[in-house]
């Protein structure tokens, strides 16, 4: 079995994702989309991971926007499992006919969600990094929300979460290097924010286990069934 991750700048990585996909012997290809990769055919991969990133997902001047949408609807017409987070939960929604634009409560930190899901989406605590908010594609039911709107939901095989199970404490402290003038700008306390997710290692890394099993249950990856096996 093979998962693509979709990675829109060098601080973009699968983290805790990629250790659950590695769990479940399932290897890992990353398309550095920042770097000018080309995406495969979807059809090579059993699931596909678009991760976050800093650029809007309703933004057309982003150079690599129009593809990475065309191919997660080839994705989605050839029933290849997808699992969105965050901008890859914007951008899916976008490609299956949703809409995403500016949020009107931006969220940076650590949250608790109102899940109608627990069994698929626990409540949380997660980590939110997004200033934007999207509305659900037709057919797509919301599995959960927050005030400042969507925080996952699904729709056929695919799942979509808004806030970020992968992120590790060297991956925030990039963003927030990355992100700095921002965030100060929004009042985000970048020290508590860092000290506080190095607090909660042990809690992030078994919450993204356990909600990467479900993608891997939901979208039905066994070895049995694995396209190529």
């Given at each position: 079995?093979?998962?693509?991750?979709?990675?829109?700048?060098?601080?973009?990585?699968?983290?805790?994702?990629?250790?659950?996909?590695?769990?479940?012997?399932?290897?890992?290809?990353?398309?550095?989309?920042?770097?000018?990769?080309?995406?495969?055919?979807?059809?090579?991969?059993d699931l596909i991971v678009p991760l976050g990133s800093a650029e809007a997902a309703y933004d057309d001047s982003v150079?690599?926007?129009?593809?990475?949408?065309?191919?997660?609807?080839?994705?989605?017409?050839?029933?290849?499992?997808?699992?969105?987070?965050?901008?890859?939960?914007?951008?899916?929604?976008?490609?299956?006919?949703?809409?995403?634009?500016?949020?009107?409560?931006?969220?940076?930190?650590?949250?608790?969600?109102?899940?109608?899901?627990?069994?698929?989406?626990?409540?949380?605590?997660?980590?939110?990094?997004?200033?934007?908010?999207?509305?659900?594609?037709p057919g797509a039911r919301v599995l959960a929300r927050s005030a400042a709107g969507v925080q996952a939901y699904e729709?056929?095989?695919?799942?979509?979460?808004?806030?970020?199970?992968?992120?590790?404490?060297?991956?925030?402290?990039?963003?927030?290097?990355?992100?700095?003038?921002?965030?100060?700008?929004?009042?985000?306390?970048?020290?508590?924010?860092?000290?506080?997710?190095?607090?909660?290692?042990?809690?992030?890394?078994?919450?993204?286990?356990?909600?990467?099993?479900?993608?891997?249950?939901?979208?039905?990856?066994?070895?049995?069934?694995?396209?190529?096996?």
């Open positions: 079995m093979r998962a693509l991750f979709i990675s829109h700048e060098a601080d973009v990585a699968p983290g805790y994702l990629g250790d659950a996909a590695d769990r479940h012997g399932i290897a890992v290809d990353v398309c550095e989309l920042w770097a000018g990769a080309r995406l495969p055919a979807p059809s090579d991969h150079t690599w926007l129009a593809a990475e949408l065309d191919y997660l609807r080839r994705a989605a017409a050839d029933d290849v499992p997808i699992f969105g987070v965050c901008f890859g939960a914007q951008a899916l929604a976008r490609a299956l006919g949703g809409a995403v634009g500016p949020a009107t409560h931006p969220e940076v930190g650590w949250f608790t969600i109102e899940s109608d899901a627990p069994h698929v989406i626990d409540p949380g605590p997660w980590l939110e990094w997004h200033f934007d908010t999207l509305t659900v594609p729709v056929g095989r695919h799942l979509a979460v808004q806030f970020h199970p992968e992120v590790t404490p060297a991956i925030l402290d990039d963003w927030i290097t990355a992100a700095y003038d921002q965030l100060v700008h929004h009042a985000v306390d970048v020290d508590a924010l860092a000290d506080e997710t190095r607090r909660r290692v042990p809690h992030a890394r078994a919450a993204a286990y356990r909600l990467f099993d479900r993608v891997v249950e939901r979208a039905g990856l066994t070895a049995t069934n694995a396209r190529g096996v």
